[in-house]
């Protein structure tokens, strides 16, 4: 039956040319479970409340989003691991940057305790002293782990940017000073 329903599935969406994203995934969400629709909303509200933390420059609000054991994987840089290292750049941006983000979710899937999402993020940094402004064009993948309270907490995340890296001023290493 679920193999029927995916070929049923398919076929509509053909059939609804240029549509298709939309009607795809409002017709599979009539075979989620109210489970997975709960944990699919509280995931999308993890990048809400870490969005809104983001432009309030609550690091606190922010750093209770990530897992102790978190690895970031940014452009042009080598992989950072755990969450005091992560989380530095985070602290470095709120420190000297007024930052403006708006982060649009593309797609989520639960499976369990684990889940990812795919992300599109925009970001302008304005600098609160000398450094330089930077803009950011982004997409990104985080991957996520149910804590013991049952929260969603941040482990990976991995992004990159739409503008070229010779035209790109967003220079992320410079967070790390």
Not at 44 to 54: F, I, M, N, S, Y
Not at 80 to 106: I, P, R, W
Not at 119 to 134: R, W
Request: proline share 5%.
């Amino acid at each position: 039956m679920e193999h029927g329903g995916k070929l049923c599935i398919e076929f509509f969406c053909r059939l609804m040319k240029g549509k298709e994203k939309v009607y795809q995934k409002n017709i599979i969400s009539l075979f989620m479970s109210p489970d997975t629709r709960a944990n699919e909303a509280a995931i999308r509200r993890w990048h809400q409340d870490v969005e809104d933390a983001v432009n309030n420059e609550d690091y606190d609000a922010y750093s209770s989003h990530w897992a102790e054991d978190m690895i970031w994987m940014p452009p042009n840089m080598p992989p950072m691991y755990g969450k005091d290292n992560c989380l530095e750049m985070a602290k470095n941006s709120f420190e000297h940057y007024n930052v403006e983000q708006k982060v649009t979710v593309e797609e989520v899937v639960v499976s369990g305790d684990i889940a990812f999402s795919r992300i599109f993020s925009k970001e302008k940094f304005s600098p609160k002293g000398d450094a330089q402004a930077m803009e950011n064009d982004g997409k990104n993948i985080f991957t996520f782990r149910r804590g013991p309270d049952g929260s969603w907490l941040g482990v990976h995340c991995i992004w990159n940017s739409n503008i070229p890296p010779d035209a790109s001023n967003a220079r992320f290493d410079e967070l790390l000073e």
